[in-house]
């Protein structure tokens, strides 16, 4: 009987320290998401080539805390809105980490883009001259050297000047504070979204109110569709129907009400004498961009970050494991 009530107790005491051992573990690995580290899958081609899709990262959540990101750092942060189709993309163990987020982010879903703008900063987009279409260089290892989404429009059209100009115009460097910054000297955007027309936002937000407006807009956005296995580019008219799809899809109207609190976007949306788009950003806002400006739903069409939005800076990518490694 002695020999069996010391196997029971002797069980007992290891099943306790397995608990407790179980449980320090938990609070440990909350703290550490919650403050230090935290995993990240990019479900969307928004960043590549630099990010892939299904990339999976560290994200570190520290060095933001104490200051604030460079222009030209690869950011992570909760979008300002709730985005439904991003959430469905997700993985269970990516929603399971998701659960651990303040509760103010609830159906919000984390992007990871460039940022380019800081608050304070004046932003434009500068279409490329004539010369960098008649320099370019159509050898395959030269094409390399530009982003995706450029690569992708210059074998489309075969030859350079078989590229509509209704396109040309649309491709451009992003000048901040008058003059574009070496960490974006080689990085190419295309004019869309609100650079192109000024009261993208409240189309957005407000659809059925600016169905006049939106009617006589003459914005066209670029749209990359794949069709029996063949991408295409379209430069589409985005009607009524679209901005109601997209104001649901994102509960909008939501977010652009909180940038309507905090300053006046007449006063820091407005076009200049060149007839070009700028963009001042508030006070405690920030203004990311992808790399694959084609294929990247961004600051461009949902506007500014709060600062609370923040989340941290690409540690390091840990999957797929033939690509691990920093990313630059």
Request: proline share 5%.
């Amino acid at each position: 009987m002695k020999n069996n009530s010391e196997v029971k107790n002797k069980i007992k005491h290891e099943a306790l320290d397995w608990l407790g051992a179980i449980i320090y573990a938990v609070i440990f690995g909350t703290i550490i998401r919650l403050f230090v580290l935290e995993t990240m899958m990019v479900p969307t081609p928004s960043m590549v080539p630099t990010i892939k899709e299904q990339d999976r990262f560290l994200v570190e959540k520290i060095t933001y805390s104490f200051e604030r990101p460079n222009t030209g750092d690869i950011v992570v942060f909760w979008t300002p809105f709730v985005d439904v189709r991003a959430q469905a993309k997700l993985r269970a163990f990516d929603n399971f980490m998701d659960f651990f987020a303040p509760k103010e982010f609830e159906g919000h879903a984390k992007y990871v883009k460039r940022l380019v703008g800081k608050p304070g900063d004046n932003l434009r987009l500068v279409p490329v001259e004539d010369s960098f279409w008649e320099k370019l260089d159509l050898n395959e290892e030269n094409i390399k050297n530009y982003p995706d989404f450029l690569q992708f429009i210059i074998k489309y059209y075969e030859r350079i000047e078989y590229i509509p100009s209704s396109v040309k115009s649309r491709v451009a460097q992003l000048e901040i504070n008058g003059k574009i910054p070496e960490s974006l000297k080689n990085r190419y955007y295309l004019i869309d979204g609100v650079f192109y027309e000024p009261n993208f936002y409240d189309f957005l937000a407000y659809p059925e109110k600016n169905e006049r407006k939106i009617n006589l807009s003459k914005y066209t956005m670029f749209y990359k569709d794949n069709f029996d296995g063949n991408y295409a580019l379209y430069n589409i008219r985005p009607n009524l129907e679209f901005y109601k799809q997209s104001n649901y899809a994102y509960d909008y109207d939501e977010t652009y009400k909180k940038f309507e609190k905090d300053f006046d976007l007449k006063e820091i949306i407005y076009r200049d004498e060149e007839g070009l788009i700028n963009i001042k950003i508030p006070e405690g806002y920030y203004y990311f961009m992808g790399d694959n400006s084609l294929e990247s739903w961004d600051s461009r069409f949902f506007g500014f970050v709060p600062e609370n939005n923040i989340i941290g800076n690409i540690f390091l990518r840990i999957g797929p494991l033939d690509r691990f490694g920093k990313v630059k």
